[in-house]
């Protein structure tokens, strides 16, 4: 479910994560019927500075390294930094059937958000959780995870409408952006807590620390609806 983005811009090629997103596939099933019965797609997160300036992106999943697919920006959310992307089509129908020949699995399943506030001071202990990191780091081709524990809530002054941070020990590096800081939820499931946006070093907080981008997994069908645009039918 988290690839590595790789986007064409003037300075070059510039590389990021994302992943696919459940809440996403089940609010355009739900809003957008219609579409639905159209055409069959993923609908993938990501962070917009990721996409930004791009004049084409690629997907690039494990199972297909050497096959770049090529992805549509569907739609950008600039003051949260949130963008949605999209595989349809033969790249996807490709994707779909390397997959299932070399695992068995017939669609590749996509991620759900949880609420972030589950760990807000009243209803979280760190002693008896962590989160996980997942993303391609500095052009790793291959997926890298890294494990830490949720320090504390933090407000970055200057950071456009969604100022409020997490702030984690999971190390997060350039080519993190855009990929999924996950949680194990109260009944087990894996989750998506936020979504790694940038990396605060010694020089911006006196201390080094990492941080992901606060994402409430209460509001996806809000953020989804600013992200998705209406689509009419001809």
């Not at 993923?42 to 199972?63: D, E, F, I, K």
């Not at 669609?107 to 760190?126: F, H, W």
């Not at 320090?151 to 999971?170: D, E, F, M, N």
Request: some cysteine; proline content about 6%; glycine content about 8%.
């Amino acid at each position: 479910s988290v690839f590595q983005l790789l986007c064409a811009t003037p300075a070059g090629i510039e590389a990021g994560t994302a992943w696919i997103s459940q809440d996403a596939a089940d609010y355009v099933a739900k809003t957008f019927p219609h579409l639905a019965q159209q055409e069959d797609s993923y609908y993938c997160v990501t962070n917009a500075h990721v996409v930004r300036g791009a004049s084409s992106v690629m997907g690039r999943w494990q199972v297909a390294r050497r096959t770049d697919l090529p992805m549509s920006v569907l739609s950008v959310a600039a003051d949260v930094d949130l963008a949605i992307v999209k595989l349809t089509g033969e790249p996807k129908k490709y994707l779909d059937a390397l997959v299932h020949k070399r695992t068995g699995v017939r669609v590749i399943p996509g991620l759900k958000v949880m609420d972030s506030d589950a760990i807000m001071p009243t209803r979280y202990d760190p002693k008896l959780q962590s989160v996980t990191s997942m993303g391609y780091p500095l052009g790793c081709e291959m997926l890298n995870r890294t494990v830490g524990a949720v320090q504390a809530w933090k407000r970055v002054p200057g950071s456009g409408a969604c100022s409020l941070y997490i702030a984690h020990t999971a190390t997060i590096q350039q080519g993190n952006s855009g990929g999924p800081l996950t949680m194990v939820d109260p009944q087990g499931n894996t989750r998506v807590l936020a979504i790694n946006s940038m990396k605060a070093t010694g020089a911006t907080t006196g201390k080094p620390l990492y941080w992901g981008f606060f994402l409430f997994s209460s509001l996806p069908s809000n953020r989804f609806s600013s992200l998705i645009p209406f689509y009419k039918t001809t």
